[in-house]
Structures are given as structure tokens and as C-alpha cells.
């Protein structure tokens, strides 16, 4: 049985990957989708063309995901696309978010990217694919949304370096970093800060993204970067010392869309 394998599957860019899949690759029989809302990944099995497996499970606790390590196991499936989408950001300078809710960014975006994809790997035979939601936020340390940048940073390195790992077996690991995108992904973000007028302006399409993301994957790219804004920002974080362009960002600061500034934690 081939399979597909989507995290995040609930909402945003996530959601639009398992749609692409379920539309345009005809061999695969069924897609798991993963998220902690039921509600939606319902309404989405119900909208998609294909049989899915919903895993409804929080991969902020410990041992979130041993309920999809048993159904690996049971059914053994060959897993042709593994979706990392899963993932959140909170907007705050240190001490302005606290520690717990950092400590989960790293947990959700870091650790259990991770893990899935060791626990997944097994199954993934030749010509298969592996999509990582890392971000444009990924290029540059970012002040006011660093731990977030930093996790992302991660996921950058950790893609290319296990791409490198994978060539043998054939399997194609693409990190996807777009810019700002409109999900609900701003929604939680804001829960803690504002974000830049900045990024409201070049605010991309998620489905736009997501195409942009597969097509990518498919074509054996190492990175995926959607728009000419961010293939600019990615440009001139290589050919600029990183220190310049964050003394740029001290002098210049973008000024938040809400004066009041952020809200209480
Ligand atoms: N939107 C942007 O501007 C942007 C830009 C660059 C990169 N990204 C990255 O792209 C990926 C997709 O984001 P998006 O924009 O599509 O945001 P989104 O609409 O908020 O989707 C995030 C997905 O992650 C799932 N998720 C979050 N925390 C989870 C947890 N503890 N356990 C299980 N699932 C969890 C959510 O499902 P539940 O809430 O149902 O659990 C949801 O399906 C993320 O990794 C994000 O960091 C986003």
C-alpha cells in the first residue's frame, strides 16, 4: 500500500499539501493526516478523493506519536510522501513569552519533525519524498520572533544535511521556506505580539505555497523559497554578514502594525 503522510494536515499549508497529493499522484491509496483538531481533519477526509487514516494527536506531549508508530508497524505501508507542515510560531522578545510556551515552539517544530521522520523513514522506499515546513525565517536571526527563527534554522539544516544522507536511497528531502503566508499560523502568532506592517504587505497565497512546495519536491530541489520578495531576502542574507544586515534591523526598526504594542501574555 502507498501511502502519504501529512502533519498540520488540520489547517493552512498543511491542508493544501494533502489536497495536492490526494488530487495528482494517482498511486497513492491512502493519506494519514495528523493535527489535534478531529473536527477538521473530518471535514477534511471527507472532502478528499482518497481513503485517510486521521491521527488526532498533540506532538507537543511526550509520546504523541505512538499511536502512528503502531499503525506503521501493523500495516507497513510504503510512505511515498512525508508532509512535515506541523508547526507554530509566538510573537515576543525574551521575557515577554514565557519559557513554557518557547520550550513547546522547540518541542512542536524541532523535536517532533524529528521524530516522525525517523519513525517514518523505515518505510519510505526509493523515489520517495520528504517536505519540511522550515521558513524564510530560517535565512536570518530574527529579534522579537527568535526562538521561532532559531527552530526554523533547525529545520533548514536539518533537511539538507539528511538530504545528503538520503541520496543513496534515492529519497528527496526539500526544505520549504516561504515568507509570510496567510494561514491561521498569524492567529496564534499575535496571541503574544504584533507582527511587522512589513510582513501583512507581501503576505502570500497558501495555496500558491504549497504548489509551489510540491513542484519543487518533485523537481529534486534541495530548498523552496515561493516569490520574488523572498528569493531576494534569501539572496541578501548569503552575500551579506548576518551581523550587518541585524545592525540594519537595530537602527531601522520596523515599526509594529499596532502601536499599542504587544498583548499580555
Ligand atoms: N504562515 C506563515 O507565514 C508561515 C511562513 C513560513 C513557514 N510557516 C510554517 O509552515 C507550517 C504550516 O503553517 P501554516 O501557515 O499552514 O499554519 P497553520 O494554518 O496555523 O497550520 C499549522 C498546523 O500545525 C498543526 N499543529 C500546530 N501545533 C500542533 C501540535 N501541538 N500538535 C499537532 N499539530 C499541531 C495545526 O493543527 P491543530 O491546531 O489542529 O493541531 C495546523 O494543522 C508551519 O510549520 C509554519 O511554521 C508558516
Redesign the pocket.
Known sequence: MNIAIV??????????CAEILADRFSGISEIWL????KD??EKLSDSLPVKTRLFS?????EG?IHTLQAELKKTSPRVRFLV??????AIGKAGEISADLSA?MI???CE?LTRITETVLPYMPVNSRILN?????AFLPQPGFAV?AA??AY?LSYSRALRTELKKRKIAVTA??????????????EKTGVIPVY?KLV??D?GR?ARTAVRDCMAGKSVSVYGITMKGFRLLCRVLPHEWLLKIWDIFPLKDADPSGPEAV
Open positions: 502533519t498540520g494536515a488540520s489547517s493552512g499549508m498543511g491542508k493544501e495528523i493535527a489535534r483538531r477538521r481533519l494527536i498533540d506532538l507537543g506531549t504523541a512535515n507542515a506541523a508547526g507554530f510560531g513547546s518541542r512542536v517544530n517532533s515546513f522550515a521558513s524564510a525565517a521561532y527552530t526554523k529545520v520549504v521556506c516561504p515568507g509570510p503566508v496567510r494561514t491561521e499560523f498569524f492567529d496564534i502568532a510582513k503576505m502570500a497558501p505555497v
